[in-house]
């Protein structure tokens, strides 16, 4: 590797890719960019090259929703948060991984666990919040925690029939 002029060569891995990723996050990485061997560079978005991103998940409290925006039906972003201290902490909102489908399950699950006062021990402070009684949880894919405690970039993967809210913990 070269890295006396004003482009660094990086040594090629070879294996198998994902195995290369998990490594990668396993050393703290967000994770690898790889581009097919036979491809010239190229800057801007091409097929020739792949995110593979180091990504975390585990089961949340939903604790609300928002109102919809934009082209969005139904519901805007779930509120979501896990248990610490006997008390049920805000982890951020997700808003996306939704189907339609997904959007309208989730709706009706919430409507009926309506609640004026926030769950949570800091209320969050979005727009069109409405809350619920935490009992449903469903589980989220994200990038990481913030360093607020928050998550970033969050995906919505699912309901959780068989975990139950008051279990549900930070984990790490």
């Known amino acids: 590797?070269?890295?006396?002029?004003?482009?660094?060569?990086?040594?090629?891995?070879?294996?198998?890719?994902?195995?290369?990723?998990d490594e990668a996050?396993?050393?703290?990485?967000?994770?690898?960019?790889a581009k097919r061997l036979d491809a010239p560079y190229a800057s801007g978005?091409?097929?020739d090259w792949l995110k593979l991103k180091c990504v975390k998940d585990q089961e949340f409290v939903i604790g609300g929703w928002t109102d919809p925006a934009g082209s969005r039906q139904v519901l805007g972003a779930l509120l979501v948060g896990y248990h610490s201290d006997g008390e049920l902490r805000y982890a951020g909102k997700v808003g996306t991984g939704f189907d339609d489908a997904a959007l309208k399950?989730?709706?009706?699950?919430?409507?009926?666990?309506?609640?004026?006062?926030?769950?949570f021990s800091e209320a969050p402070r979005e727009r069109g919040q409405h809350f619920v009684r935490p009992?449903?949880?469903?589980?989220?894919?994200?990038?990481?925690?913030?360093?607020?405690?928050?998550l970033r970039h969050p995906r919505y993967q699912?309901?959780?029939?068989?975990?139950?809210?008051?279990?549900?913990v930070r984990e790490t």
């Open 25 to 33: 996050c396993a050393d703290g990485w967000e994770g690898l960019i």
């Open 135 to 150: 009992e449903l949880v469903c589980q989220v894919g994200f990038g990481e925690w913030t360093s607020d405690g928050r």
């Open 45 to 47: 978005r091409s097929r």
């Open 105 to 119: 399950l989730l709706r009706s699950r919430l409507d009926p666990l309506a609640v004026d006062d926030p769950p």
């Open 1 to 21: 590797m070269r890295d006396d002029g004003p482009l660094l060569h990086s040594p090629t891995l070879d294996g198998d890719p994902l195995a290369l990723r």
């Open 158 to 168: 699912g309901l959780r029939i068989d975990k139950d809210a008051a279990d549900v």
